[in-house]
T-cell receptor, first 113, second 111 residues
Framework: DVKVTQSSRYLVKRTGEKVFLECVQD?????MFWYRQDPGLGLRLIYFSYDVKMKEKGDIPEGYSVSREKKERFSLILESASTNQTSMYLC????????????FGPGTRLTVT | KQEVTQIPAALSVPEGENLVLNCSFT??????LQWFRQDPGKGLTSLLLIQSSQREQTSGRLNASLDKSSGRSTLYIAASQPGDSATYLCAVVGTASKLTFGTGTRLQVTL
């Protein structure tokens, strides 16, 4: 079975801190994704990556950056956390060949105070 | 821009009932459609994936159909159980293998 893990289930940070969210997948998938999920807004794509050292902006990239130095690991970085970045963050991965089924991690609930 | 709508937003049914969840999308140029389940505070679990060339997929008590030309998918749950209580999300894969999600249907199955 595909396994996607995220470094923390719950995280509390202060405004202005630099925050790293880590995601690791064990299925040699080329594609990796970061989403945030908010009540009433659903899941929105922040960034995605097709390969090592490659990244593409999603629908809401402002205030975030990403890093993919190894194929299995995709990191989301909040350069200077703000209270409006309090959210559930979900990582996913998929193969580059069809049918592009995405597999999700358990999520990180981030609270910025 | 692709838009995905799920109706109803919430549903409560007694145990044992068969039920249908609906998903509609505005752009029929999709690669596949995926149905997920999400328990409160948890990640998403993939239930079924229907490729654009397929009409339906089945897994146990779940059956998902796809009518690409009309922009619709349904998830049929047979003989519902309290353990089926969760939020169900549909998502379509468009260009660049990116998912566009609906806002979900929150299902409660009562004893």
């Amino acid at each position: 079975d595909v396994k996607v893990t995220q470094s923390s289930r719950y995280l509390v940070k202060r405004t202005g801190e630099k925050v790293f969210l880590e995601c690791v997948q064990d299925m040699d998938h080329e594609n990796m994704f970061w989403y945030r999920q908010d009540p009433g807004l659903g899941l929105r794509l922040i960034y995605f990556s097709y390969d090592v050292k490659m990244k593409e902006k999603g629908d809401i990239p402002e205030g975030y950056s990403v890093s993919r130095e190894k194929k299995e690991r995709f990191s989301l970085i909040l350069e200077s956390a703000s209270t409006n970045q309090t959210s559930m963050y979900l990582c996913a991965s998929s193969s580059s060949g069809g049918p592009y089924e995405q597999y999700f991690g358990p999520g990180t609930r981030l609270t910025v105070t | 821009k692709q838009e995905v709508t799920q109706i109803p937003a919430a549903l409560s049914v007694p145990e044992g009932e068969n039920l249908v969840l609906n998903c509609s999308f505005t752009d029929s140029a999709i690669y596949n459609l995926q149905w997920f389940r999400q328990d409160p505070g948890k990640g998403l679990t993939s239930l079924l994936l229907i490729q654009s060339s397929q009409r339906e997929q089945t897994s146990g008590r779940l059956n998902a159909s796809l009518d690409k030309s009309s922009g619709r998918s349904t998830l049929y749950i047979a003989a519902s159980q309290p353990g089926d209580s969760a939020t169900y999300l549909c998502a379509v894969v468009g260009t660049a293998s990116k998912l566009t999600f609906g806002t979900g249907t929150r299902l409660q199955v009562t004893l």
